[in-house]
Every structure is written in C-alpha cells, then in structure tokens.
C-alpha cells in the first residue's frame, strides 16, 4: 500500500477503500481507479516538449542580433566559415560598406569587403578608384597611393586586359572583375591595429560574343594591415601572394554569353564575419 491507499471511512461504515492489482477491474466499491502514473507520464511528455520548443527559440535567436566577439586567433576549427550572426556593417561610403564592429569580427568583415572592393572594376577607371581608395585606406596613405595606382593602370595596362583607356570595355562585352572571398582569419590584433589574411578567387576577363580575354579565376592570399581611425577600420598596406589554390573540377566551362548574362544578373554580397 501506497501514500493515499491508506483507510477512509464512509460515513462510519467501516469498509475501507483497497486498491487492487493492475488488470483488476475495480475495487470494493465497484469502482475503477486509473494508474497514478499515468497522468504523471501526461505531465513529463508536455514537459519534454516544452523544453524542445524553448531549446529551437533560443537557437534561433543567433541571426536577431549582434553577439560578442569571440577569439579568431590560431587553429580556425570546423567552424571557421560559419556566420557569427553580428551585423557587418552600419551603412557605405559610396559603393564600399563601412561602419565595423571595433573587434576582430568587425576587421575580418572590413578586410573581406575592402579586398572585394580593390578587386572591383572600379579599379580600373580613374574617378571610381579615387573614390574607392579614399573609403577604404586611412588618409594619410591616400594620396601616395593614388598616384601609385594611377601609374598601375596605365594605359598598356588596360590593353593588355582588352579594354579601352579609360578602362571601359568594347562595345559588345562585359568587362568582368570579381574578388569573392573564401576565408578570412586574424593573425594580430589591437584595439588599434590589426592583421587580417583573406583567402579569395578572382575572376577577370571579358565576357561576350567575339572575345579573345576569357574570364578566368585565379587564387590568391591578401594580407591586410588595418588601422582604428575615426572613420572605423581602415587599410595602411597590403601583400598579396598565389594560392592556396584547388584543383580544378569537371565543371563544363560556360560561353562568353553565359558568363556575360551571370555577371548581369548576379549582385555580389556584403561579407561578414
């Protein structure tokens, strides 16, 4: 006998309440007793499921707002690539987003968007580029810079590559020049200054019907040196180097035209850390 099984006297009969075995059919009165325990497995099902629903709310609260920063330095990890959930950025300077977290997320999102940037085809007409170098390096390298730039493009430069002088391209092509990051990790960093390496592909070419500047990919490593500035993150110097590079796939290689209507009809991102 159980809590609760114990003798209740009805009106002083004196018979008492017994409960009987599991599969008997009722009781001295008549009557049948459901199983304690089975409105207590009710509670612990509703219970389990609550705890479920509860566990996927507070999961997906990651992509609703900024979170802290955590350590990027050393071994990445299996994770490496996966989104963090802070916002990249606050607004743009032309067609550059700025506006970066003050931390290790907010400079690998910097270096990823500047090195997508200097990959543009901005770079390869004079206003444009003036404008990008001035959004993305700290003042007091653009000038030097931009004369540097300037003599990099040169017009054989722009030859070379198929295009006009003024860096447009031929009537009937698409001039495609695209930096699409892959990684991107913290080799130092400060509250002022930080090293952020960005792994990438870039595709450049000429894209169209008659075209003798296919686009091709080509892999590199760009090391970017940052500064805190007033205006967020900036760039103070750059290095690049090739690779690491894959192999290549069995992928069929798309026409000009094919490539030319992806570019078109394809809008870059805004990368986040």
């Known amino acids: 006998m159980s809590p609760g099984d114990e003798h209740d006297g009805y009106g002083g009969s004196g018979q008492t309440r017994t409960r009987l075995p599991e599969g008997n059919t009722g009781d001295v009165h008549g009557g049948t007793r459901r199983p304690a325990r089975g409105s207590r497995s009710l509670l612990m099902a509703v219970g389990v499921v609550v705890l479920l629903v509860a566990a996927i709310a507070f999961a997906n609260r990651g992509g609703d707002g900024p979170e802290g920063p955590s350590p990027s330095t050393g071994t990445p990890g299996k994770a490496a690539t996966a989104p963090t959930g802070t916002r990249p950025v606050t607004g743009h300077d032309g067609t550059v987003p700025t506006g970066y977290a003050h931390d290790e997320q907010g400079a690998q999102s910097a270096a990823a968007n500047y090195a997508t940037a200097l990959g543009s085809t901005d770079m390869y007409q004079k206003g444009p580029r003036e404008a990008l170098i001035r959004a993305v390096y700290a003042p007091e390298v653009v000038d030097g810079l931009l004369k540097r730039y300037d003599a990099s493009y040169s017009p054989e430069l722009m030859a070379s590559a198929g295009l006009e002088p003024n860096g447009t391209a031929p009537a009937g092509l698409t001039f495609v020049a695209?930096?699409?990051?892959?990684?991107?990790?913290?080799?130092?960093?400060?509250?002022?200054?930080?090293?952020?390496?960005?792994?990438?592909?870039?595709?450049?070419?000429?894209?169209?019907?008659?075209?003798?500047?296919?686009?091709?990919?080509?892999?590199?490593?760009?090391?970017?040196?940052?500064?805190?500035?007033?205006?967020?993150?900036r760039i103070t110097s750059t290095d690049e180097h090739e690779g690491p590079t894959p192999v290549n796939g069995d992928s069929r290689a798309s026409v000009a035209e094919e490539i030319a209507a992806a570019v078109e009809q394809y809008g870059g991102f805004t990368y986040a850390r």
């Open 178 to 233: 695209r930096t699409v990051p892959i990684g991107t990790k913290v080799t130092e960093y400060s509250d002022s200054k930080a090293t952020v390496e960005v792994w990438y592909v870039n595709l450049t070419g000429l894209a169209g019907q008659g075209s003798t500047k296919p686009v091709t990919s080509a892999w590199f490593t760009s090391t970017l040196q940052l500064s805190w500035t007033a205006q967020g993150w």
